[in-house]
């Protein structure tokens, strides 16, 4: 099979025949139509994340997924061949499975049914951006008419997460470029803020002086990048980067979360159910073919994107 990978340690990705993998326990082994590609997936391939997990060689990259199901391993009886589904590779040491591939294996336990009227490349687009904006909504326990940010809107987590939590009557402050504006306006924010000309904080307390109930940040890495001086008295962070310090955030008034996306296979029959009556827009910026897959890398590291990049592999 064809497959998008990082030969050893330290080397460029590349496409280049592989074997085509046997499902192990567990496992399902997807023809893959489409994959959709994810900020973790440019650390990975830069050789970034290699500090923090395991890496097994040859790596292949991409880890979201539509297609066909090929093969099951044993002990799954709920998936079929032939049957159309999505998924996610979960991250688990050592990483090494992907999805940039004609096949690709995935755990059941993060592969769900593909309703009809779910496109390949849609499907594709959702697995570990909504899971993460999911978590992230939940985890600042938005209410009715409460104020939150969301750092980072523009990207594939904040986009669906600005459609979430407005969805659930929420004013949403969301951040982007002015090329962001009408976008993010769509998906529901209330207010786009520009936080490239001066500081997302002023322009916020400027507007909120006693503060905004919640702040959803896809950016900072680190506690003190955080945005905590806009939240008033008891407010909540989620950050999907680890920047929450709880002892930090007590010490200001605050509750926080770090966000550990978990695309099983409910969080993804949700996300596709969402996706089909029209509450969830998935905006796609590119489509490429797997050819170009090193490059949709290379522009979601580098480039300004407005939604999604999605390889398609097959129809
Ligand atoms: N914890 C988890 O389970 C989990 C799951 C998924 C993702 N993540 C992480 O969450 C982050 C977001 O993921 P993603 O897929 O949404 O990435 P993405 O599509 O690259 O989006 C990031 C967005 O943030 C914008 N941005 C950059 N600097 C900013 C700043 N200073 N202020 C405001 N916005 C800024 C970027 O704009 P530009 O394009 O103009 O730079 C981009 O639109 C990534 O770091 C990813 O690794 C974590």
Do not use: C, W
């Not at 326990?25 to 994959?35: D, I, M, S, T």
């Not at 391993?73 to 079929?80: H, Y």
């Not at 997302?200 to 905590?228: C, F, H, M, N, S």
């Amino acid at each position: 099979m064809r497959a998008l990978h990082v030969p050893a340690a330290g080397e460029q990705p590349r496409l280049a025949e592989l074997p085509v993998p046997a499902p192990g326990e567990g496992q399902v082994l997807v023809r893959v139509q489409a994959a959709g590609l994810n900020a973790i997936d440019t650390s990975i391939a830069s050789g970034t994340m290699a500090q923090m997990m395991p890496h097994a060689y040859p790596l292949i990259l991409g880890r979201d997924a539509a297609g066909v199901v090929e093969a099951v391993g044993a002990g799954v009886d709920d998936l079929t061949p032939g049957q159309e589904v999505f998924g996610h590779v979960l991250l688990a040491p050592p990483i090494q499975a992907g999805t940039l591939a004609d096949d690709a294996l995935l755990s059941a336990a993060a592969v769900s049914p593909r309703p009809a009227g779910l496109d390949v490349v849609t499907a594709a687009a959702l697995p570990l951006a909504g899971a993460a904006a999911s978590a992230a909504v939940d985890a600042v326990k938005p209410q009715p008419r409460e104020t939150v940010l969301v750092v980072g809107a523009s990207g594939g987590v904040g986009s669906f997460a600005v459609q979430m939590l407005a969805s659930r009557g929420v004013t949403v402050l969301a951040t982007g470029t002015a090329a962001d504006t009408e976008r993010l306006t769509g998906l529901g924010a209330a207010t786009v803020i520009d936080y490239t000309p001066a500081s997302v904080v002023d322009q916020i307390r400027a507007a909120y002086p006693d503060g905004i109930d919640a702040v959803i940040d896809l950016v900072a890495r680190g506690t003190d990048q955080l945005p905590l001086s806009v939240l008033r008295s008891g407010g909540r962070v989620a950050s999907s980067l680890g920047a929450v310090d709880d002892d930090a955030l007590g010490a200001a008034g605050l509750t926080g979360t770090n966000i550990k996306a978990r695309p099983t296979r409910e969080v993804l029959s949700a996300l596709a159910e969402q996706a089909l009556a029209g509450t969830l827009t998935v905006d796609i910026d590119t489509v490429v073919p797997l050819e170009q897959a090193a490059d949709g890398l290379n522009t979601l590291a580098n480039r300004h994107t407005s939604g999604k990049i999605v390889v398609k592999v097959s129809d």
